[in-house]
């Protein structure tokens, strides 16, 4: 029992320093650059610069079945699977645009690149694309993602919008900022385009 016990305060510790290095990883990554210009009880409305994805589309019509497959093509993308083999640091958050028809997921990357400097991807779903400069209203939530949870906070934007008068256009998005392997700290976002002066 005395031998349970300890091991099981071992594997407890080991699981707690993993999980807290996970967290400082996290916090320390690069995300993408924006400015917060109102914040609201539920949400904040920001200004996001012009930036470079990298893109997947995809017919899924879930965050289930878009999450796991997209991740890897970009993954691949980003971890050398391109015609010059460069390594490019990966940058939060991840983008996804989940609808009944066509579904995308994007990477953001890292500003100092422009799109003549990224390498052309292996994959040919991967491409490379720049979005202009956009203001957004944007929900925060925890814990992990799923569908459920996804529409909840979607309508919860939806109605805080509508609610303030504040118009929007296209569609909502997801944002994850977290590993699946980190289980503390977890931060998503819904975010929509807003029309703001």
């Known amino acids: 029992m005395r031998v349970f016990l300890i091991i099981s305060l071992v594997l407890f510790a080991l699981f707690f320093i993993f999980q807290s290095y996970i967290v400082m990883a996290t916090n320390s990554a690069n995300e993408q650059p924006y400015k917060v210009l109102h914040v609201e009880k539920d949400f904040e409305i920001r200004f996001y610069p012009a930036a470079i994805m990298a893109t997947i589309v995809s017919p899924t019509k879930s965050y289930k079945e878009l999450a796991n497959p997209g991740f890897r093509k970009l993954a691949t993308y980003i971890f050398g699977g391109n015609e010059t083999k460069m390594q490019i640091a990966m940058t939060a958050p991840v983008h996804m645009d989940i609808n009944d028809t066509i579904s995308s997921m994007s990477f953001v990357m890292p500003s ?52 303030k008068s504040i118009p929007h256009y296209g569609n909502f998005r997801f944002l994850g900022y977290n590993p699946p392997y980190q289980f503390f700290g977890r931060r998503n976002e819904i975010i929509v385009s807003v029309i703001w002066k």
């Open 112 to 163: 100092n690149y422009t799109k003549e400097d990224l390498p052309k991807p292996n994959d040919s779903n991967v491409t490379i694309k720049s979005i202009p400069d956009e203001y957004v209203a944007a929900l925060k939530f925890g814990g992990y993602a799923s569908d459920k949870n996804i529409k909840i906070y979607t309508k919860k934007l939806a109605a805080a919008l509508k609610e």
